[in-house]
Structure formats: C-alpha cells, structure tokens
C-alpha cells in the first residue's frame, strides 16, 4: 500500500473542499481507509473512516454531519468531502489504511499513512 493524499487548499469559511486518497499500488481494496489532521501545536486527531466495502463510517463527533468518506474501489481511491469549512478545520489531513476491513478510530489500528494535504480555511 502506498498513500497519496490530494485537493487539499485555500477555502473561506463555508466553503468546501473534496480530499482523494489514492494507493498508487492497487491494493487497499480490502483495507479500512480513515482520515487524519493535525494542526499546528495539536495532536493528530481522527476524522473519519470507512470500512472495506463501505459499508460503515465513522466519524468525529466534531465534523459528523459536514464531513462524508466515500470509496471507489474500481478506482482504488477513498475521498473526504467536507462541506460547511471553518477555520478550526484548518489542518495538514492524512489518509491512512487499516491492518484489517473493519473501520475504526483509533490510529494505532493504520498501518499505512500517506503524505498529507493542507487545507486551510479562512474566516
């Protein structure tokens, strides 16, 4: 598995951003795939995650109800669709897959972290 994060950027508050998430060798289909961020001077914190078939999500309780991951397994790719941006969004977000199918939200359970993406929400 190889991660690569994109269509991070500059957004004004409200606004919205779409994030991929690409395993550029083909072979997350059967993984879980989360969403992390971080932002300056915090913690990484989990966004949101989708088990193998997409079956479930889970999300923050933070971004539940803005924020949807979906998956295209045809195309190998996981995306972060975040709607209604405010400038507490603003973060560097990883994409990372799980050692198993089953979604979850604790980061110990990836194995795989991609480079992140920088979105940057302004008010």
């Known amino acids: 598995v190889q991660l690569q994060a994109s269509g991070g950027g500059l957004v004004q508050a409200g606004g919205s951003l779409t994030l991929s998430c690409v395993d550029s060798?083909?072979?997350?289909?059967?993984?879980?795939v989360a969403w992390f961020r971080q932002a300056p001077g915090k913690e990484r914190e989990f966004v949101g995650a989708?088990?193998?078939?997409?079956?479930?999500?889970l999300y923050a309780d933070s971004v539940r109800g803005r924020f949807t991951v979906s998956r295209d397994r045809a195309n190998n790719a996981v995306y972060l669709k975040m709607n209604s941006l405010a400038p507490e969004d603003t973060a560097l977000y990883y994409c990372?897959?799980?050692?198993?199918?089953?979604?979850?939200?604790?980061?110990?359970?990836?194995?795989?972290w991609g480079r992140g993406t920088q979105v940057t929400v302004s008010s």
């Open positions: 990372a897959a799980a050692r198993g199918s089953i979604a979850t939200s604790r980061d110990e359970g990836y194995r795989y």
């Open positions: 060798r083909r072979t997350f289909s059967n993984n879980a």
């Open positions: 989708i088990s193998w078939n997409g079956s479930s999500t």
